[in-house]
């Protein structure tokens, strides 16, 4: 037995034990720093927000509401009649246009981190600056589109016939081979339908607002699976509402920007409609008001529903993000139309139904013009007869 030996070997353990847990303890604390990065958050300063005002002398005399955007300095478009979105989209009054080459390009999943972001006014995701905006794209009248992000409103911006929807998407693409914009819509309305699911995990994946903090916008970067465009319903490719607008938040650029909108809604649960509200309001220092203080009525009032958006559960406490609708028309742009595209199935329909009356009725005409003239002459030969057939007796 060495007693020096044990001391050594007693010294040695110790050692070993402290190096395990201080390297455990440095795993940790650069997991937890790895962790934190991927989340970050900032406090932004705007000078614009949806609660109308008046007298805001360009941001300098308080925060500007939707009627005086126009007076921030770069925010002039704000202000045109006649170009700026939103609108209210008077579905019976569309105008027919041929297919203008629309088309979605999808290339499997992104397989980089996107940018997930809760900001002052919606949840988005940002494409812009990744490898994948190349991947997710449309064409129209001949030129290439890449996504750059999509993100929500609630209640919708624009309005079919007068009635909102409980929400809208808008996917915004930037032209890559021109200087304008392609903002791909669709409304949402309340009820069960494979978008629920792709929302729900847009929502799982957004960074969560801490209210204590004054942050206001919060960003995180993560890996999405699901194609971007898997949320449009699968009749866009064929049939879409078309007009020219501009982006609906400042600087409200005319860029010139498409509006191309499914003509068909997709649908989700109540739930997930409201824990959407409940995130963006969540965040400190947001830009939301109230849907009738954005409206100019009572503070707490409901929207108004298409009859297609299921009508929704309305908390007027809570705050949107809706700027006011824009007149379809005016001194920018004094014949501005709403079109639906590519809707040919109509005018083949009736096509088809009138050649069948003409068929008809010709079929009817030639027997009872036959049996009329039958009736009117002397039997005949079989041999007068087949001679007469031939002749169209």
């Not at 792709?198 to 799982?204: N, S, Y």
């Not at 995130?279 to 009572?298: F, K």
Request: hydrophobic share 35%; charged share 20%.
């Amino acid at each position: 037995f060495d007693p020096s030996a044990q001391a050594s070997n007693t010294l040695l353990a110790m050692i070993l034990a402290r190096s395990l847990v201080l390297g455990c303890a440095i795993v940790a604390l650069l997991g937890s720093s790895l962790a934190a990065s991927e989340a970050t958050s900032k406090k932004v300063a705007d000078t614009w927000h949806y609660r109308p005002s008046q007298g805001c002398n360009g941001g300098k005399s308080g925060v500007c509401g939707p009627s005086e955007w126009y007076t921030i300095a770069g925010f002039e478009s704000c202000a045109q009649k006649g170009t700026q979105s939103p609108i209210d989209m008077r579905i019976g009054g569309a105008v027919s246009m041929e297919g203008q080459g629309f088309k979605l390009y999808s290339s499997g999943t992104c397989e980089v981190d996107v940018k997930f972001m809760v900001n002052e006014h919606t949840v988005e995701v940002e494409y812009a600056g990744t490898t994948c905006d190349a991947d997710f794209h449309v064409k129209w009248k001949g030129h290439k589109y890449a996504l750059q992000q999509f993100h929500y409103h609630s209640p919708s911006e624009n309005r079919w016939d007068g009635g909102h929807f409980a929400m809208e998407a808008h996917y915004v693409h930037k032209c890559v081979d021109c200087d304008e914009f392609v903002v791909l819509a669709v409304m949402i309305g309340v009820g069960d339908g494979p978008a629920e699911t792709f929302l729900h995990e847009v929502l799982d994946k957004s960074p969560q607002p801490d209210e204590k903090s004054g942050d206001n916008v919060h960003e995180q970067g993560m890996k999405f699976k699901l194609p971007p465009y898997d949320f449009l319903p699968d009749s866009i490719s064929d049939k879409q509402y078309y007009f020219e607008g501009s982006m609906t938040t400042p600087p409200c650029n005319p860029g010139p920007t498409h509006w191309i909108m499914a003509t068909d809604p997709v649908y989700v649960k109540q739930e997930t409609v409201d824990r959407y509200r409940k995130i963006i309001n969540s965040d400190p220092n947001n830009q939301l008001a109230t849907y009738g203080t954005i409206m100019g009525i009572a503070s707490d009032a409901s929207p108004s529903w298409n009859a297609q958006a299921n009508e929704a559960v309305w908390d007027g406490m809570l705050g949107s993000n809706n700027r006011p609708v824009q007149p379809m028309t005016g001194p920018d742009n004094p014949t501005r139309k709403l079109y639906v595209v590519g809707d040919n199935s109509n005018d083949l329909y009736v096509g088809l139904l009138v050649l069948a009356v003409i068929i008809v009725v010709g079929v009817i005409y030639f027997y009872t013009k036959k049996k009329g003239g039958s009736e009117a002459r002397e039997p005949l030969t079989s041999a007068s007869a087949s001679y007469a057939l031939l002749q169209g007796a």
